[in-house]
């Protein structure tokens, strides 16, 4: 990531949430799959210069700004089965390590907080580049990606087949497009 510095090396750069979305899949019915995003992203990442191993990146999603396309199944995963928006309004990540990974290639090691619940991820990570928009600002975009099993963040609501297997798959992939600016 190349950017300018601020006062003392250090730059702050804020996700811009109509550019960044943060979307799942998972297994439905053992035979499909289900897609999802959250809406309600926001968060930074501040490093010191070029740094990569400097930056430390926090980000909160609102659990209830979950939308797979169908509102019946977007209030059920917003109730006590799933996420309990009540009881939980929102996830975190808060990175813990980051490291090249290749050219263009990050490893972005962080706690992710589902339910209350905190295990750690590994984020696969592709620089997608720095640019000055129209406007003078200075962008970076990024896409990562994962896998996590909901069961080990609480989220166990499920039901058996009568064929065999269950409605809902345990394995989550996770898909991220962002985009940072530099705040000034």
């Known amino acids: ?29 053992m035979i499909a799959t289900v ?12 490093i010191d210069g070029d740094e990569v191993s400097t930056a430390q990146i926090d ?44 050219d263009d290639r990050l490893r972005v090691t962080g706690d992710l907080t589902i339910r209350d619940v905190t295990r750690e991820v590994v984020l696969d990570v592709e620089e997608r580049g720095t ?14 990606s994962a896998t ?5 963040f609480g989220l166990t609501w499920n039901q058996a087949l009568e064929t065999g297997g269950v409605v809902v798959g345990n394995q989550v992939r996770i898909s991220i497009d962002v985009e940072l600016v530099l705040d000034a």
């Open 1 to 29: 990531m190349t950017t300018q510095t601020l006062e003392k090396g250090t730059a702050i750069w804020k996700i811009d949430p109509t550019h960044s979305h943060v979307e799942f899949g998972v297994r439905h019915l």
């Open 35 to 46: 897609k999802g995003r959250f809406a309600d992203v926001e968060g930074s990442v501040s």
């Open 59 to 102: 980000v909160r999603i609102g659990a209830a700004s979950i939308d797979t396309r169908v509102e019946q199944r977007d209030e059920h995963l917003r109730s006590a089965d799933f996420f309990d928006v009540q009881e939980h309004p929102s996830l975190r990540f808060e990175s813990t390590d980051v490291e090249r990974a290749g």
């Open 131 to 144: 640019v000055t928009d129209p406007w003078g600002g200075e962008r970076s975009g990024f896409h990562a």
């Open 148 to 152: 996590i099993d909901r069961k080990d």
